[in-house]
């Protein structure tokens, strides 16, 4: 039997659970059964707080106003500057 790579998986809304999401994966029809299958018995769910902020919230803050609509807690001090130094997303 080959050993598969486990896939670790962090759910957000609207996907609480493994079954939630794969359901959503098949409903693309991008990947066959046994493709899907085959990631669903490789996956590990971790059981992490999950930050509040999405990459696109803090993306979508810097594009409309400014680096500095970006919650302090969001973005490690360093992202942020290196953001604002390219003029990253503005």
Do not use: G
Not at 3 to 11: E, S, Y
Not at 32 to 52: E, F, M, R, V
């Amino acid at each position: 039997t080959q050993l598969l790579p486990h896939v670790r998986v962090l759910l957000r809304e609207p996907h609480t659970d493994a079954n939630s999401l794969l359901s959503a994966l098949r409903a693309t029809e991008v990947w066959t059964s046994d493709q899907l299958t085959t990631w669903h018995n490789s996956t590990l769910l971790l059981p992490l707080a999950l930050h509040p902020a999405r990459s696109t919230d803090i993306r979508q803050r810097i594009a409309a106003t400014s680096i500095d609509s970006v919650p302090p807690n969001w973005l490690n001090p360093a992202v942020a500057q290196y953001i604002s130094r390219h003029a990253l997303y503005s």
